[in-house]
């Protein structure tokens, strides 16, 4: 679709439909096992799961007592146990335990279990292995999708990230192209196929094979979204767009996440924002009237909005003075409710500001933030370096220390010998020798990587060229590059213009543009790809970048759908990011919706941040 003139933006479509089609699917496989059932739940499915059926719902149901897997239980009096969990080889062994035990002491059990998204034949070897297999019956919970918010669907799978971008497994392509079948069912077909990268085309490719086994017919169906595009974190380093994920997030949405970690769509706020001495648990979405307005909003705007938010609060609490006894029935028979839950979700994110400022303050932000930005445009590298080695030697934060270390790298095409072993060094001592093994997976995904020969001697390769013939002077030039490992961060920088020129100050209370997302330094490298593609309705015009992206594009239309530019559908785009997707991703993309008239649906394995990213990366489980 090429962007028209800025227009209304068109409404989502009710994603409500895939919350009802997981629960109805997961009563109908616990009705499987008749009767009283205890039920196993593995951690990370603990909060998907009260998303799309609460304890009472499970009750009515049958479940008695429900356990978290890894924690034995207690001596349990049931007949029958349930297991819902990842396909996962050490919960293979911690079910085949339990059955074991119970064979031992010959007592005797139903056991089922249900995997979610899918099972693995990984998994029924090991239950094979242990001699448990001809013992349990397995199921499938086809629970692929899980609505965040009206434009935020997540598969809730932050293992994705290192399964395949650090291990090279490709078991969770299967799971992404079904999730794309089910809403291509539900809210396609889609017309305009666009995607780069190698996970994207993979999964592309492996949606399309399952459409043609099921011989779906859409045609004729008026879709209710007309585009989608699909995006590895794939576009950089080893193909991978890595600086988006590294970069400090300042949108409210994104430190909010950054501070207090936003899980499932909700978020914890602990007794330093609620004033109280109890927490509280916040679902984060568009019906918080409050939340739905700063949540896109750059954080130096946030405390003024607030400000501006509680005094008409008051004003319209003020307005009680001098109403007769019929208005004021009415005022609290109309108004009152929502002007108290109103205030009630003012004062926790005003709390939460304050929290947020204050640790912000303790960790030196300001500074931090002016050093990333020094990266990002690529002056004062020798200044930003000694703040990271400050930052190590102060101990500040492991994680934070790792994620500036790998911006620097990225941003310098990796870091020169000298600087990669006294940054290691450093790091080693400060936080212990056990982290050896996160650099060697950073240096193999590509985040962390010391500059080679390509990269540190061509000054060799000019004063070589005087000496030697043409021809074997290009030999030693290809010799040198074939070592070297390019981000080609510098050159897609400028090529895209992701580091705006602004004369003066940016305006980040007006933004012009999506770089106000990094208060005017940086454009996200996914958000200005996808803004280019959708204006030029494909790649043609990018060559020289999808070079720099190491390629794997592809954009394609589906010629049984009918192409109606006045359909809404045409304007309402399925933004797929492989790997994860930041708050500050999203917050750009909303902008640029907003200023083009159209509406982004963000599904993704799962949200990250810089802290996730690295985390997964870490072995040392400290």
């Not at 392509?173 to 396609?188: D, E, F, P, T």
């Not at 193909?239 to 207090?260: K, M």
């Not at 212990?432 to 093994?437: A, I, S, V």
């Not at 005087?466 to 050159?491: H, Q, Y």
Request: net charge neutral.
């Amino acid at each position: 679709m090429a962007f028209a003139g800025r227009r209304d933006v068109p409404e989502p479509p009710d994603f409500g439909i895939l919350k009802r089609l997981a629960r109805d699917q997961l009563i109908y496989l616990l009705e499987q096992l008749p009767g009283k059932k205890d039920l196993f739940i593995e951690a990370d499915l603990m909060s998907p799961l009260d998303r799309i059926a609460n304890v009472s719902i499970l009750k009515q149901h049958e479940v008695d007592k429900l356990y978290k897997v890894e924690s034995r239980p207690a001596i349990s009096a049931s007949d029958q146990f349930c297991f819902l969990v990842r396909p996962r080889i050490k919960t293979m062994r911690y079910i085949a335990d339990i059955v074991n035990a119970d064979k031992m002491s010959g007592r005797s059990r139903k056991y089922k279990i249900i995997f979610s998204p899918q099972k693995f034949y990984a998994c029924e070897m090991v239950l094979e292995e242990e001699g448990v297999f001809g013992d349990v019956t397995c199921d499938e919970w086809s629970f692929y999708l899980l609505p965040l918010d009206e434009d935020i669907i997540s598969m809730e799978l932050p293992e994705f990230f290192r399964d395949y971008f650090l291990e090279g497994d490709h078991r969770w392509i299967n799971s992404v192209a079904r999730a794309l079948q089910l809403l291509n069912s539900l809210y396609g077909p889609f017309g305009k196929a666009y995607g780069i990268g190698r996970c994207a085309k993979m999964s592309y490719e492996v949606w399309r094979d399952l459409e043609e086994e099921s011989e779906a017919d859409g045609q004729g169906r008026k879709p209710e979204i007309g585009n989608i595009f699909l995006m590895d974190r794939a576009a950089l380093v080893a193909d991978t767009d890595y600086v988006t994920a590294l970069c400090s997030q300042v949108v409210y949405e994104g430190l909010v996440d950054d501070t207090f970690r936003i899980k499932c769509g909700s978020v914890d706020f602990g007794p330093d924002v609620t004033s109280s001495d109890k927490s509280i648990k916040v679902l984060l979405n568009a019906q918080d009237k409050v939340f739905s307005q700063i949540r896109n909003e750059h954080f130096s705007s946030v405390f003024g909005f607030l400000s501006q938010k509680s005094r008409n609060l008051q004003a319209q609490y003020d307005r009680r003075r001098g109403m007769d006894i019929k208005q004021m029935k009415n005022f609290v028979s109309q108004e009152l409710k929502g002007l108290k839950q109103e205030h009630r979700l003012l004062s926790l994110h005003i709390g939460a500001c304050e929290s947020i400022m204050k640790k912000k303050t303790k960790q030196d932000f300001q500074e931090m933030i002016k050093a990333e930005h020094s990266l990002l445009e690529g002056f004062d590298i020798r200044e930003s370096t000694s703040f990271i080695e400050e930052h190590i030697d102060r101990q500040v934060s492991p994680i934070e220390s790792l994620r500036l270390m790998c911006l620097l790298s990225i941003t310098e095409n990796g870091l020169i010998p000298k600087d990669y072993r006294s940054l290691k060094t450093q790091y080693l001592q400060s936080y212990g020798p056990e982290h050896l093994l996160t650099f060697h997976n950073l240096k193999r995904i590509g985040l962390l990587t010391e500059q080679s020969a390509g990269e540190t001697l061509t000054a060799v390769e000019s004063k070589v060229s005087k000496l030697v013939t043409d021809r074997a002077a290009g030999k030693i030039t290809d010799a040198f590059n074939s070592l070297a490992r390019k981000s080609n961060f510098r050159a897609i920088s400028k090529k895209l213009g992701l580091i705006p020129r602004v004369d003066g100050e940016y305006d980040l209370k007006m933004p012009r543009d999506m770089a106000y997302v990094f208060s005017g330094a940086y454009v996200p490298l996914s958000c200005k790809i996808i803004e280019q593609v959708l204006e030029r309705r494909g790649w043609l015009g990018l060559e020289e970048v999808v070079r720099l992206l190491n390629g794997n594009e592809f954009s394609v239309s589906d010629s049984a759908v009918e192409d109606n530019p006045t359909w809404e559908s045409q304007r309402v785009i399925l933004a797929v990011f492989l790997g994860g997707c930041t708050f500050s991703e999203i917050a750009a993309l909303r902008f640029l919706g907003k200023e083009r008239g159209c509406k982004f649906i963000f599904l993704t394995t799962a949200i990250t941040n810089s802290a996730r990213m690295m985390e997964a990366m870490i072995e040392a489980k400290a």
